[in-house]
């Protein structure tokens, strides 16, 4: 579909650049040949009004096939300068036009993978639904008690659904904000206040997995979204509590330096294998098969919603990791920038 579309838009950019160029080749023929005319003219005035001392006409036959070989000439020329400047305006216009194309394209292959991995994602848990629900169906000696496991069940795979679903959509608007370059609804913000909003959210898990949050974050004034930085770090601290064992601590620091802001969240989890680290931040990635033994939910989509987030804010974020001994994700953010003009629906 490109590759028809891209010799298309070729053809427009030619039609064009060769209408403007063979009607200034006509308006420099025609004004040339009128100054070979006048020129003759002249020449011709001349002649006629010659004389010889003794006032007699001097009669002499001027020859105008110079002139018209002239024009020949000139037309020919043209028509050359007009035959390179297609040649080139065609090899031109057909690497603009990949240019012009290749961010749409871009656009749409993401859309296209975005599509398949959400369809991929969203079939798995439906399909196990349906099939439990057709096997207790065709199970005759299905008793009350086995209708309640059922719908435990069921329950528990709509709540995935539900969470998978709101952030598909929360991917999704993450996405369409950076891809048109432009920025949240920014305002001053403390930087204190948006990791102790991230804690107080995430602190009923960590209690329940008696884990504790401590925090040394200062209270720095940036320019931000308040509200996507908050879900960038309610992401960062949920990963590190679904992957640190019992009575573990997460911490969570700041540094200022070169005008931004780091905060880093580091935790004494299982850690990340070096083979993975370049994956992690890829939508429905979950990192190695250590990480998955842990049986917790998910589906790989908050830290690629993270590095949007941070992307918006001009800003960066980086993992180190060590296999057992824990991980730390580091978000670097300028402290300065310029407001976006769109507000960020948020999702519940």
Same mark, same amino acid.
């Given at each position: 579909?490109?590759?028809? *579309?891209?010799?298309?838009?070729?053809?427009?950019?030619?039609?064009?650049?060769?209408?403007?160029?063979?009607?200034?080749?006509?308006?420099? /023929? &025609? %004004?040339?040949?009128?100054?070979?005319?006048?020129?003759?003219?002249?020449?011709?005035?001349?002649?006629?009004?010659?004389?010889?001392?003794?006032?007699?006409?001097?009669?002499?036959?001027?020859?105008?096939?110079?002139?018209?070989?002239?024009?020949?000439?000139?037309?020919?020329?043209?028509?050359?300068?007009?035959?390179?400047?297609?040649?080139?305006?065609?090899?031109?216009? /057909? +690497?603009?036009?990949? =240019? *012009?194309?290749?961010?749409?394209?871009?656009?749409?292959?993401?859309? !296209?993978?975005?599509?398949?991995?959400?369809?991929?994602?969203?079939?798995?848990?439906?399909?196990?639904? =349906?099939?439990?629900?057709?096997? +207790? %169906?065709?199970?005759?000696?299905?008793?009350?008690?086995?209708?309640?496991?059922?719908?435990?069940?069921?329950?528990?795979?709509?709540? @995935?659904?539900?969470?998978?679903? !709101?952030?598909?959509?929360? %991917?999704?608007?993450?996405?369409?904000? #950076? #891809?048109? @370059?432009? !920025?949240?609804? +920014?305002?001053?913000?403390?930087v204190k206040e948006i990791t102790d909003s991230a804690i107080s959210k995430v602190?009923?898990?960590?209690? =329940?997995?008696?884990?504790?949050? *401590?925090?040394?974050?200062?209270?720095?004034?940036?320019?931000?979204?308040?509200?996507?930085?908050?879900?960038?770090?309610?992401?960062?601290?949920?990963?590190?509590?679904? /992957? #640190?064992?019992?009575?573990?601590?997460?911490?969570?620091?700041?540094?200022?330096?070169?005008?931004?802001i780091k905060i880093s969240v580091a935790d004494q989890g299982i850690g990340v294998?070096?083979?993975?680290?370049?994956?992690?931040?890829?939508?429905? /990635? &979950?990192?190695?098969?250590?990480?998955?033994?842990?049986?917790? @939910?998910?589906?790989?989509?908050?830290?690629?919603?993270?590095?949007?987030?941070?992307?918006?804010?001009?800003?960066?974020?980086?993992?180190?990791?060590?296999?057992?001994?824990?991980?730390?994700?580091?978000? =670097?953010?300028?402290? #300065?920038?310029?407001?976006?003009?769109?507000?960020?629906?948020?999702?519940?």
């Amino acid at each position: 579909m490109f590759k028809s *579309t891209r010799i298309k838009l070729t053809v427009w950019y030619l039609v064009i650049i060769m209408a403007i160029s063979i009607a200034f080749s006509i308006v420099v /023929y &025609r %004004l040339l040949s009128r100054e070979f005319d006048r020129f003759q003219r002249i020449q011709q005035y001349r002649v006629e009004h010659l004389v010889d001392p003794l006032g007699r006409p001097i009669i002499i036959d001027l020859d105008t096939q110079p002139l018209e070989d002239a024009k020949h000439h000139l037309l020919l020329l043209l028509t050359i300068v007009d035959f390179i400047i297609l040649v080139v305006s065609g090899g031109l216009g /057909y +690497f603009l036009a990949g =240019k *012009t194309l290749e961010p749409i394209q871009q656009m749409l292959d993401e859309q !296209n993978r975005f599509i398949s991995d959400a369809s991929h994602e969203l079939r798995t848990p439906l399909t196990a639904l =349906k099939s439990s629900m057709e096997v +207790f %169906l065709r199970d005759k000696k299905s008793t009350v008690e086995d209708a309640k496991v059922l719908i435990d069940s069921g329950i528990e795979d709509v709540e @995935n659904l539900t969470s998978l679903s !709101n952030s598909l959509l929360q %991917l999704a608007q993450y996405q369409k904000v #950076s #891809s048109v @370059n432009q !920025n949240l609804t +920014f305002e001053q913000t403390s930087v204190k206040e948006i990791t102790d909003s991230a804690i107080s959210k995430v602190l009923p898990l960590a209690d =329940k997995k008696q884990l504790k949050i *401590t925090s040394t974050v200062a209270d720095q004034t940036i320019y931000g979204n308040k509200f996507s930085l908050i879900d960038l770090f309610v992401i960062l601290l949920d990963n590190a509590i679904k /992957y #640190s064992d019992a009575d573990k601590s997460i911490t969570l620091t700041s540094t200022k330096t070169d005008g931004h802001i780091k905060i880093s969240v580091a935790d004494q989890g299982i850690g990340v294998d070096a083979k993975d680290i370049s994956k992690i931040f890829d939508r429905f /990635y &979950r990192a190695s098969e250590s990480r998955s033994k842990t049986d917790q @939910n998910g589906y790989g989509l908050g830290l690629s919603i993270a590095k949007r987030i941070a992307e918006i804010h001009k800003g960066s974020i980086n993992v180190e990791s060590s296999k057992g001994v824990g991980t730390t994700f580091s978000v =670097k953010i300028p402290l #300065s920038q310029h407001s976006g003009g769109i507000q960020l629906e948020r999702i519940s």
